[in-house]
């Protein structure tokens, strides 16, 4: 029985501690498209910096990663146009968030045309996931 209840409880919990951190991966793929040196700061700069909402759009705030996202990126944060609930960005409380390289290219396709209104370059992309990483 005991063997049983091991067995069990590790297949229940065994999904959340085989998350795999893929930034580390994703950066190598950035460098292969011509990225350089990541940088943090840079990141963190690109994370904050506000942009102006397109013409004719229906909220017309400027937009930011921070906006949605939160300053404390260890808590949940709020879409500003759908009120959608936004799990934490911070691996040291979400080890999942950066576990599915699929889902981090479609947030960032999604969140940079949304965001800066356009595509993300590279390092772009490197530098925010390699702020986000510290977090």
Partial sequence: MRILCVMMGMLFFAPAA??????P?????YQVDGAKNFDAKAGEALWHKEYAAPEGA??????SCQACHGVDLSKSGEHIRTGKVIDPMALSVNPQRFSEAKKIRKWFRRNCKWVMGRVCT???KGDILTYLQQQ
């Avoid at 085989?18 to 930034?23: D, K, Q, V």
């Avoid at 991966?25 to 793929?29: F, G």
Wanted: aromatic share 0%; glycine share 0%; proline share 0%.
């Fill in 18 to 23: 085989m998350a795999e951190n893929l930034i």
């Fill in 25 to 29: 991966e994703m950066l190598k793929t």
């Fill in 58 to 63: 229906e909220n017309t705030k400027n937009r």
């Fill in 122 to 124: 590279a390092q772009e």
